[in-house]
């Protein structure tokens, strides 16, 4: 109960200390890959802006310079002619140093954003289309567990997040944490990072993958080692088994209409690879990837009618009766 | 007045000919058959041009209202004007329709269009192939638009990744459409390519040697052999994905050991190129401009001329930096850091070249001016944050953000359309024998420049904030909406600036000032014939003993005598040193190319539908060429 209260205080913190930068960004680095890419933006921003007012002095200065009047438009010195081929030459000799330099400083940028730390913990998360399937594996089987759309890291060790697609391109990324990687169809990518702080980085799908592009979000929590370990523990339990009648209904309905075809609830009969693993879904903040909270009314409205919220999504709208529908929901809000 | 060879045939010469007499001969010789038949026949690279012209026109305005809408969806958070099945339609449609219809074609048009006249010939190379080209260009762009507006439009990005582009996960025409609509652009655009390398590697005026040739032409011959190098990449990727789509091979999946980023590598083999098809011409434009209005040639023509050519080499060689986060060795990857940033050189040194002009010259401050000084502003950020994506580790947090939407439309409206709208002020006395008007040219501009900036400098800001591309929505959780709202109202005036000019062009055809020959005072060619041009061009082919001929020669241009006046006849030279070789006979207006490229729209639509029509869809397109390259028994060609 207290690791969810303090990873509760820690969203809300988060939340407040990062919305003067946004929590999705660039500049919000809380990791030593994306630290150094800030620095190179920085490094690069300020280059660019040198350049870009030193390129409008010399313009708006050549404009209203007093000029020697010419007759005709032939008429020209041959001292200014040579003068301006050098100071061309000369300038474009200054352009290819100063982008070979910045190539340098790029490349050792690289250094630390493709660190690959061996002894890293790894995390598979596999793009769907609109979510993220997250695999937690271990040596042993039973160690192993899958959830959805939010993943959790211990802070200050390296993380490989090894990444694949289930069907289309999707893209990998929470500008806090490090650059986006694609998940490409067939074959497997992997990011490192190294998150330096305890809170929620919000990630978003970057690659076009269909009419819900726009909602395939998900967050990834830096949590302090002991907890971490705590919350996979915990999430490596199957499912508790419902204790009253109204989940014990709900249960019911969630294998008789079919939920669990697509859906797995470890624990129970519902063992569907289609959609996304629900066997703690008490346990995480949003539903639909990180398109609502997760609160009893949203959690209804979505399993009403999935199609008014996240339209084209791939889970089809039941008709339910009211109270089918309060106990599945009931039912899915014991998955603690 | 230098006469060619004696008259052997004895046919009837322009020799002896008072000029009103020439003048009239060849009027009727290659004027364009009237009525609304006569119309479709025209070979006249001034009719098709205009043509070309105005359909890219007609385009940009669809494609702008397109961007309009998104605008409108976006403007705050959880907008629901669009639903998220049209609002991917509509940004894929605005891609493909500004890259495909309207950024290539119209550079190429006003390539058609003036081509020809800045080198002094009476016709383009291949008029009919010109002629198909168009029909195939105005066929391809209303069966996207028609498919859209029938709820087919595609709805895959312009880029039409697989796997989202596949069957499997595309299993309507709309991808269809994508692809064929990709085949007759590139038709299109190959043949005018292979026009314009024609006509400027073989019908130059006498004398327009090499170092004579102007900016503007330069650019389009490279231009033209980036179209040559780069299309055939996206012809060989659309049509895979099709046989993909209509006949089950396997080139893109991955179960079957085809491969998704095969595709990746074709479209942007192409797909950075394209960038530089577009861009070129704009460099070409802006020296244009730039040299007549500071009133002297640009400095530094070699250098130009030498970084166009530099451009055009390098820009293939940077295809993978749309790639770095697909996951590639990183060694290759970085190797495309650096490539692309070498980029920003042959770029600076013209920008170099332009300051340079200015700061010698005297500039009269004309509506192109401003245009191309907008152009500087604009295009000079752009190319900057060009620098910055070329960097991996900067690419992998702006890559597919708004960053990158600022990035580009920077340097496309920046460096393309800016100098574009300057061109259009700057030759459409030419084009029509009036001014368009300055003053509203003055707001037209300022709204354009002001417009843009508001609209589109936002987006640096709202990509490093983390909003991605091509989301139909987001929450106002995120923090995006003011900057998105701000973004929205730029556009709004950057789009009341394109009524303005339509308003000035509407205005001025009627009751502009008349412009006569060359109201800028400029120097190349297409200002030494009347405006509009006569069918002819000229009614005596121009010897050209200077870079600027007009600034160099006054009104009084040496020409060339001993064409025919019994055919039309163009006037072969050298590649090199433009010495003249053979006079060549110029086709005659057909309806040929019109048929064949029914026939060929039919052919392409139909295998959309079904692979039989590769069988039935073709012999009516033999049977069109067969009418097309029909023997006339016209004479050999002379030397």
């Keep these: 109960m207290i690791v969810w209260l303090r990873s509760g205080l820690a969203v809300t913190a988060t939340c407040v200390l990062t919305s003067c930068t946004g929590w999705q960004s660039s500049f919000n680095a809380q990791a030593a890959q994306s630290a150094e890419i800030k620095r190179l933006l920085v490094i690069f921003l300020a280059v660019a802006t040198v350049v870009w007012i030193t390129v409008m002095l010399v313009l708006l200065f050549g404009l209203i310079r007093r000029k020697a009047i010419r007759e005709q438009p032939l008429d020209l010195h041959e001292a200014f002619e040579r003068r301006a081929g050098s100071v061309i030459l000369i300038a474009g000799t200054a352009t290819t140093i100063t982008v070979l330099a910045l190539s340098v400083v790029s490349y050792g940028a690289q250094r630390t954003v493709f660190a690959n730390d061996p002894s890293a913990v790894t995390v598979k998360v596999t793009g769907h289309q609109w979510w993220w399937e997250v695999q937690y594996q271990a040596d042993s089987p039973h160690l192993s567990f899958t959830t959805a759309n939010e993943i959790r890291v211990p802070v200050g060790q390296p993380v490989t997040i090894e990444l694949e697609s289930a069907d289309v391109i999707h893209s990998f990324w929470v500008p806090s944490l490090t650059g986006k990687m694609d998940l490409v169809t067939g074959q497997q990518n992997t990011v490192q990072f190294t998150a330096k702080n305890p809170g929620v980085y919000r990630g978003q799908c970057a690659e076009f993958c269909g009419i819900q592009h726009a909602h395939m979000a998900f967050t990834v929590t830096a949590l302090p080692p002991d907890d971490y370990r705590r919350w996979r523990d915990h999430q490596n339990q199957g499912a508790p088994a419902p204790s009253d009648p109204l989940s014990i209904r709900g249960e019911q309905l969630f294998r008789g209409r079919g939920c669990g075809l697509c859906h797995t609830i470890r624990g129970t009969l519902a063992g569907g690879q289609l959609g996304p693993d629900l066997t703690h879904l008490a346990s995480r903040e949003t539903i639909a990837a990180g398109t609502l909270p997760r609160n009893t009314s949203n959690l209804a409205a979505w399993i009403a009618d999935p199609q008014h919220i996240k339209p084209g999504n791939l889970m089809p709208k039941m008709s339910l009766r009211s109270d089918e529908l309060i106990a599945i929901v009931h039912y899915l809000e014991q998955l603690q | ?639």
């Excluded at chain 2, 730039?290 to 055009?312: E, H, N, Q």
């Excluded at chain 2, 501009?445 to 609209?455: E, R, T, Y």
């Excluded at chain 2, 002819?536 to 007009?550: A, E, K, M, W």
């Design chain 2, 1 to 639: 007045m230098s006469d060619l060879a004696p008259d052997a045939a004895g046919d009837l010469r322009d020799n002896g000919l008072e000029q009103s007499e020439l003048a009239a001969i060849l009027q009727r010789m290659w004027r364009t058959p009237s009525g609304w038949l006569g119309a479709l026949t025209s070979v006249d690279h001034k009719v098709i041009g205009k043509r070309y012209i105005l359909t890219a026109l007609a385009f940009l305005i669809l494609g702008g209202l397109l961007a309009v809408l998104m605008r409108l969806q976006l403007a705050g958070a959880e907008r629901r004007l669009l639903s998220p099945d049209l609002y991917n339609q509509v940004f894929t449609m605005h891609g493909s329709t500004m890259m495909f219809l309207f950024a290539v074609p119209v550079m190429e048009a006003f390539a058609v269009y003036f081509v020809p006249l800045m080198v002094g010939t009476r016709n383009i190379a291949f008029p009919r192939l010109n002629a198909f080209s168009y029909w195939i260009f105005l066929f391809g762009g209303c069966f996207l638009w028609i498919a859209f507006l029938f709820n087919v439009g595609p709805d895959v990005g312009w880029f039409a990744y697989v796997p989202l582009s596949s069957l499997q996960y595309n299993p309507t025409k709309r991808a269809d459409v994508w692809a064929q609509m990709i085949t007759f652009t590139e038709i299109a655009a190959l043949a005018v390519a292979v026009e314009i390398v024609v006509t400027v590697f073989k019908q130059r005026a006498v004398g327009m040697t090499l170092d004579r040739i102007p900016v503007f032409v330069w650019a389009m011959l490279v231009t033209s052999f980036l179209v040559l190098f780069a299309m055939p990449s996206i012809m060989v990727a659309s049509t895979s994905l099709i046989l993909d789509r209509l006949v089950n091979t396997h080139f893109y999946d991955t179960a079957s050991g085809g491969n998704v980023l095969l595709w990746q590598h074709l479209f942007w083999f192409f797909g950075h190129p394209e960038v530089y098809i577009i861009f070129i011409p704009g460099a070409g434009m802006v020296s244009m401009i730039i040299a007549t209005f500071a009133r002297r040639p640009v400095v530094g023509y070699t250098i130009i001329i030498l970084s166009l050519i530099a451009t055009g080499f390098l820009s293939f060689g940077l295809w993978v930096h749309h790639m770095f986060v697909t996951g590639l060795p990183q060694l290759g990857a970085s190797m495309f850091t650096a490539s692309s940033m070498l980029i920003a050189v042959p770029s600076g040194l013209q920008i170099f070249c332009w300051l340079a002009t200015l700061w010698d010259g005297r500039p009269v401050y004309r509506t192109p001016l401003l245009f191309v000084l907008g152009f500087f502003v604009i295009f000079v950020v752009g190319g900057l944050s060009g620098v910055m994506v070329a960097s991996v580790p900067i690419d992998m947090q702006v890559h597919d953000t708004y960053f990158v939407v600022a990035h580009f439309h920077y340097v496309l409206i920046g460096g393309a359309v800016f100098p574009l709208v300057g061109v259009v002020y700057y030759w459409f006395p030419k084009i029509t024998g009036r001014m368009l008007s300055e003053r509203l040219g003055r707001w037209n501009f300022w709204l354009a420049f002001i417009g843009f900036n508001v609209a589109f400098f936002p987006m640096h800001i709202l990509g490093l904030m983390g909003m991605p591309r091509r989301v139909y929505t987001y929450t106002a959780e995120m923090g995006w909406d003011h900057l998105n709202y701000l973004s929205s109202a730029g556009a709004a005036v950057f789009a009341s600036s394109f009524v303005l000019l339509i308003a000035n062009v509407m205005f001025s055809l009627r009751r502009g000032e008349p412009a006569g020959d060359n109201p800028w005072g400029a120097s190349t060619l297409e200002w030494a014939t009347s405006s509009p041009p006569p069918p002819y061009n000229f009614s005596r082919i121009p010897v050209v003993t200077h870079r600027d001929p007009l600034w160099a020669d006054g009104g009084n241009l040496p020409v060339v005598a001993g064409l025919s006046v019994e055919r039309r006849e163009v006037l072969l030279s050298s590649i090199a040193d433009a010495e003249p070789h053979t006079r060549e006979a110029s086709p005659e207006p057909s309806i040929w190319p019109l048929l064949t490229a029914i026939a060929t729209t039919i052919f392409f639509i139909g295998s959309i539908f079904t692979p039989w029509a590769a069988v039935w869809g073709t012999p009516p397109i033999a049977i069109a060429l067969i009418g097309w390259f029909w023997p006339t028994g016209s004479k050999e060609d002379e030397e």
